[in-house]
């Protein structure tokens, strides 16, 4: 895939990306990404709250931003680590991560 593709490909973000996967490159299962949470999630200000984080104040002028997309990244019991991250790809070519750690509260773990 010519290199002009690949770009056009990833600048609209982390989930069209993997949809897209030009040939050649590396991918991820699409059952360990979650481009949103529920909206038991987005709707609980307890757990909205929780899953907010930092970024440049050129992304947000409040300089944090609501990161709901995430990569499950293991299932350890009760630890089950996420990485949160904010699709800037549009914006200013970047992915920002918020958080890397134990799976933040949810109605599923409280």
Known sequence: MPKRDFKEISSRGVHAYFKQTPSGYRSYSANSHAPGESD?????????NA??????????ADGEVYMDAHFKLGAKKTISPRMHYFDAAAIDGKIYVGYIGRHLPSPQTN
Do not use: A, L
């Open 40 to 48: 038991s999630v987005k709707n609980n200000p307890k757990y909205r």
């Open 51 to 60: 899953r907010v984080f930092g970024v440049p104040t050129s992304i947000c």
